[in-house]
C-alpha cells in the first residue's frame, strides 16, 4: 500500500510560478502511474496531469495545458507539478494519486486511482 504526502502549496500572484511535490512511501513507486487532481472550493475534483510509470508519457487538462508540467523521479519516488502562469481559477487544493491502470483511457478518471495524499493548498492571487 501506498502513501502519498504533498507539500509546496502556498500563495502566488496571477502569472506567478509555483511547485508542488509529492513523496511516496510503503510502496513500489516505480509500478505506480501518478496524477496531479485539484479541487476548487464548490466543485468537484477534476483532473490536472497524468505521467506513466516510467515518465515517458504525460498529458494535461486543456485548462493547464502549456503552462503545467507534471514529471517524476522514480529514484527519490517522487513526482512533480511545476506550475507558470498561474490563474486566479488554478485556486484549488491540489491531490497527488496512484494507479495501476494499464489503459491511458483510464488514467484521466478519479476512480482509476487507488491511492491519494492529503492534498496542499495552491491559492493565486489576482
Known amino acids: 500500500q501506498v502513501q502519498l504526502t504533498e507539500s509546496g502549496g502556498g500563495l502566488v500572484q496571477a502569472g506567478g510560478s509555483l511547485s508542488v511535490s509529492c513523496v511516496a512511501s510503503?510502496?513500489?513507486?516505480?509500478?505506480?502511474?501518478m496524477g496531479w487532481f485539484r479541487q476548487a472550493p464548490g466543485k468537484e475534483r477534476e483532473f490536472v496531469a497524468t505521467v506513466s510509470k516510467s515518465g515517458g508519457i504525460t498529458d494535461y487538462a486543456d485548462s493547464v495545458k502549456g503552462r503545467f508540467t507534471i514529471s517524476r523521479d522514480n529514484a527519490k519516488n517522487s513526482v512533480y507539478l511545476q506550475m507558470n502562469n498561474l490563474k486566479p481559477e488554478d485556486t484549488a487544493v491540489y491531490y497527488c494519486?496512484?494507479?495501476?491502470?494499464?489503459?491511458?483511457?483510464?488514467?484521466?478518471?478519479?476512480?482509476?486511482?487507488?491511492?491519494w495524499g492529503q492534498g496542499t493548498q495552491v491559492t493565486v492571487s489576482s
Open positions: 494519486a496512484a494507479h495501476t491502470k494499464f489503459s491511458a483511457l483510464l488514467w484521466y478518471r478519479e476512480t482509476s486511482y487507488a491511492y
Open positions: 510503503g510502496g513500489t513507486f516505480s509500478t505506480y502511474g
